[in-house]
């Protein structure tokens, strides 16, 4: 067992709000408990030792997807994982990638979904049928209602789109993100929109067909959402309107 280990934490700080501020890394060192969180330690961090330290959180238990940030080079949760995955003691945080900083590891990225949900229209676009509230709602197939329910468990934390090799040389791709949400209405039987409209937003190099398919996305997606299946099953799509 790990308690009563002393954990490092190196923690990178900047406030971007600061004209003369400069990025740095800030050592701390707190008694670890059993079954602590990065999240916990964090905390405890604040509030015993710097108050102005700045990092999200929300739900604390893998919901809100607040608390992304990379621990020890890994775009993941701060609220799901143990300091005693950390065997050396040492853990090293720092702000997601490809995100605007708020500072330190605090980053928006409620903006950059908002934006991609306007860029990609990521909301149903109903059928004619659909759209009269006087018409019963259309059947769907129980096994196309758990594949769209699956992949609405995204919780856009973003880890996807840190892990992305793609989205960190190209500001404007859509990241995986933005492609599974649109696999997602592309799938609705109650989307009116047809395969030229989604080759519209994503069929080029900033959509599916800049994806490099190295799935960083699905490896680091800490809700294990199909990023490839989605992927490819757009590519193809995409592919047969060429
Ligand atoms: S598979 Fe595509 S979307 Fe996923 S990390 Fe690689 S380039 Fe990015
Ligand atoms: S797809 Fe996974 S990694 Fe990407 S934002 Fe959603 S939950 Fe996070
Ligand atoms: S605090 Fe909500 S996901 Fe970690």
Redesign the pocket.
Known sequence: MSQGRTLTFNIFRYDPQQPDCQPSTERYQITEAPGMTVFIALNMIREQQDPSLQFDFVCRAGICGSCAMVINGVPTLACRTLTANYADAEITLMPLPGFELIGDLSVNTGKFMRQLSERLQLWLTPTQQENDIHSIEAPMEPELADELYELERCIECGC?VS?????QMNDH?V??VG?MKLARFAKDSRDAREDSDFYHVIGNQDGVF?????????DNCPKQLP??TQ?AYLRRKMTRII
């Open positions: 996807c892990a992305c090799a793609t989205k791709f990241g995986a492609l800049g994806c490099m398919t190295l799935l960083g996305c699905q990023h490839q992927i």
